[in-house]
């Protein structure tokens, strides 16, 4: 008798076919060469689909080399371009005022809001700040180590006191802090010389034991320097808390000494 095949193990199986002078393989050779009929629904892609596929992957390759920037990731950020022999049309750097309000809605405006008057007894004004216009004993580095550690505690802005706090940004690059400072220092009828990149990274590096934000009484004790000035000779004792010099005020014509926006 045959096994059933549902129950018998295919060990079992196969040797009673082999007993019969079978194999399973010559049983089903026949339905193994045939092929299934053609089913409605399942025609074989057509060939001018297959092409149009090949022709949008050949087109999406195209397009990517030609418009992807060279994968690199920092291409579509304005502030950190860096087309050089790229041959894509840009003329010129970013412009502060464009690319620094971008930045500053982005990040400043919730507290400092879009007039730059700050909310009254919260947030203080940067309209008019002496801190942002380094006005009174306030420098530039400064307004560069505010954004760079943070501010915390009882601060003077244009007569009245805060007392509040502002987390650190240094998270932002180099230049993205440059625009948003150049931009501050120059809108709502603030006018006073950009803040360049290479500053901010001055003072990132001789801040960079800096762990806590700022408090007004440290940042007095530091000496201003006001990059823009032409060189008067540097206060004595220019020595940031943790050692690290602070240098003095570039003289004009040096790349530090940048002119003031036109
Ligand atoms: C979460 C709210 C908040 C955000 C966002 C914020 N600040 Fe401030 N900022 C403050 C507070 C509060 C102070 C005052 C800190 C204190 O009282 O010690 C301050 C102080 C300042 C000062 C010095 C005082 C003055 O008014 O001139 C400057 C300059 C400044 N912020 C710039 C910025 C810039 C630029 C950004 C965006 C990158 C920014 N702030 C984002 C809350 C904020």
New binding site residues.
């Given amino acids: 008798m045959i096994p059933d095949p549902h129950q018998a193990g295919s060990d079992e199986l196969q040797s009673h076919l082999e007993g019969e002078g079978l194999n399973v393989r010559d049983v089903h050779g026949a339905i193994l060469r045939e092929k299934d009929d053609p089913r409605d629904g399942y025609e074989p892609i057509p060939l001018w689909l297959v092409s149009a596929f090949m022709a949008l992957v050949f087109w999406a390759g195209a397009y990517l080399s030609f418009y992807s920037g060279g994968f690199q990731a920092d291409v579509f950020d304005p502030v950190q371009v860096s087309w050089a022999g790229g041959g894509a049309a840009v003329k010129g750097p970013p412009d502060p005022m464009v690319v620094g309000k971008r930045?500053?809605t982005a990040?400043?405006v919730?507290?400092?809001q879009p007039t730059g008057l700050?909310v009254a007894g919260?947030?203080?004004?940067?309209a008019g700040?002496e801190?942002?216009l380094s006005g009174d004993w306030h420098g530039d580095n400064h307004?560069i180590r505010?954004?760079l550690h943070g501010?915390?505690?009882?601060?003077q802005?244009k007569g009245s006191t805060?007392?509040?706090?502002?987390?650190p940004?240094k998270q932002?690059k180099d230049e993205q802090i440059a625009m948003?400072?150049t931009y501050?220092r120059n809108e709502w009828g603030n006018s006073a010389p950009p803040i360049t990149a290479e500053q901010v990274a001055k003072v990132r590096e001789e801040t960079a034991g800096q762990t806590e934000p700022y408090t007004?009484t440290q940042l007095q004790a530091i000496p201003a320097i006001k990059y823009e000035s032409a060189a008067p000779p540097a206060p004595e004792g220019q020595t940031a808390p943790g050692g690290a010099d602070v240098p003095p005020p570039a003289p004009a014509g040096t790349p530090l000494a940048t002119p003031a926006a036109a």
């Fill in positions: 930045l500053f990040n400043c919730a507290c400092h700050g919260q947030f203080p004004p940067l700040s801190w942002v307004l505010i954004l501010l915390q505690g009882p601060v802005v805060y007392n509040g706090a502002m987390a940004w932002l948003i400072l501050i007004q």
